[in-house]
């Protein structure tokens, strides 16, 4: 079992360009959580996203960012016209059946860099 | 929103001393409370957990004591060692946000050697 499989791991983008971040959940899982993390601070959940369907998108910026998780391939993050202010480690996360008590296992995260 | 605090901010330690990080959170209807160990520039992982039908749980060195009347919860590392060094997380769920996680701001340990 691979377990939660981000890419890229890093990526640069000039400040109005799109970024496109990639989560593959662990095998069996079909719920995946989208976290960004600033630097010294924790993990603000963004989106909750089962095969198909956005369950709450709540902690996401209106504007500019958008979540998808297919029927097949993995679910992305996407995030347009980029400002520095994106600059952000983002996690993903998969859990089996999105229970509320149930574990979170996070990938190792894609680090944006806006210039 | 729901909230979950966390304290200390920083906490530095000898090895072999205890450590004791603390939580309080919001959501009264909460019921899984895990807490992650985040490595520079890694993944946060999983260290232990505990489910709001129980009052502690340890697991060898690392226990967790849960006060649901307080909306108190805590992590207590025993005989630290340097290997402990790491950002700690808690979490409680959101139960108004379809289950995802509230994560505190983190607890940055230090153990010296």
């Known amino acids: 079992n691979a377990g939660v499989m981000q890419n890229p791991r890093h990526l640069v983008r000039r400040r109005g360009q799109e970024a496109r971040l990639r989560c593959s959940p662990m095998k069996g899982h079909s719920h995946v959580y989208w976290y960004r993390q600033l630097p010294e601070e924790g993990l603000k959940f963004m989106v909750y996203l089962q095969k198909e369907n956005i369950i709450d998108e709540s902690g996401m910026p209106k504007e500019r960012f958008s979540a998808e998780f297919p029927k097949e391939g993995p679910s992305i993050l996407r995030i347009q016209q980029v400002v520095r202010g994106d600059s952000a480690a983002y996690f993903c996360?998969?859990?089996?059946?999105?229970?509320?008590?149930?574990?979170?296992?996070f990938g190792s995260g894609t680090q944006l860099s806006v210039l | 929103g729901e909230n979950v605090e966390q304290h200390p901010s920083t906490l530095s330690v000898q090895e072999g001393d205890s450590a004791v990080i603390k939580c309080t959170y919001s959501d009264s209807a909460s019921n899984y409370f895990p807490w992650y160990k985040q490595e520079l520039g890694k993944r946060p992982q999983l260290i232990i957990d505990?489910?709001?039908?129980?009052g502690e749980k340890k697991d060898q060195r690392i226990a967790v004591t849960l006060n649901k009347t307080a909306k108190h919860f805590s992590l207590h590392i025993t005989e630290t060692q340097p290997e402990d060094s790491a950002v700690y997380f808690c979490?409680?769920?959101?139960?108004?946000?379809?289950?995802?996680?509230?994560f505190g701001k983190g607890t940055k340990l230090s153990v010296k050697p």
């Open positions: 505990i489910r709001s039908n129980v």
């Open positions: 979490a409680a769920t959101n139960t108004r946000g379809q289950g995802n996680l509230i």
């Open positions: 996360a998969s859990s089996p059946q999105g229970r509320t008590n149930e574990k979170l296992f």
